[in-house]
């Protein structure tokens, strides 16, 4: 059995904090030992929750399943995962008030506990990957430390970039209340 105090050390992974609203990177260095990385964040308005159509943050195991936008400017618009073409500014925001806005990059998140986070429960679906959680840019007017987002979890545009280029498909991600 594979010794997973090793593994750890070798792995960098993200704790998402609601309480705290932060986002903490441990990061491997070349000594051994690790450095960590922390950020003020943003979760969900309406509280901690798995249930589709919740609008919550789910908590538990994740892993980031999929790396969306690295060729893309900064500030650059998604929808549905792909990038408008839009840039986004004050004006653009002013355009469009009620757009939940997805900037910059996108770690697409899959839940690792079935029932949980995964798949379906008695309430039905609970499933992360489904609910389309994702860490993503937003924009810088966005207030962070406080829960606004409509589950997502919502960082600074260039401290998200900077995560992207830490971190791989794969990369462990723990979301915790507290």
Not at 38 to 46: D, L, R, V
Not at 76 to 104: A, C
Not at 119 to 137: A, K, L, S, V
């Amino acid at each position: 059995m594979p010794n997973l105090k090793i593994f750890e050390k070798l792995t960098p992974r993200i704790v998402v904090n609601i309480a705290k609203q932060t986002l903490t990177l441990t990061l491997p260095n070349k000594q051994g030992n690790s450095d960590t990385h922390e950020f003020i964040i943003s979760t969900a308005k309406n509280g901690i929750g798995s249930q589709e159509g919740s609008g919550c943050t789910p908590l538990g195991k994740h892993f980031i399943t999929e790396k969306i936008g690295e060729n893309t400017p900064i500030n650059s618009v998604f929808v549905g995962r792909v990038p408008t073409g839009e840039i986004y500014d004050e004006q653009l925001g002013k355009e469009h008030p009620n757009r939940d806005w997805i900037l910059s990059r996108i770690l697409w998140l899959s839940g690792c506990e079935e029932g949980r986070n995964k798949g379906e429960n008695d309430q039905g679906c609970c499933d992360t990957y489904q609910r389309y959680i994702y860490i993503h840019g937003a924009p810088d007017t966005e207030p962070m430390g406080t829960p606004l987002s409509h589950g997502c979890v919502r960082m600074r545009n260039e401290e998200l970039l900077w995560l992207f280029d830490q971190v791989e498909e794969g990369t462990p991600v723990e979301i915790v209340a507290g």
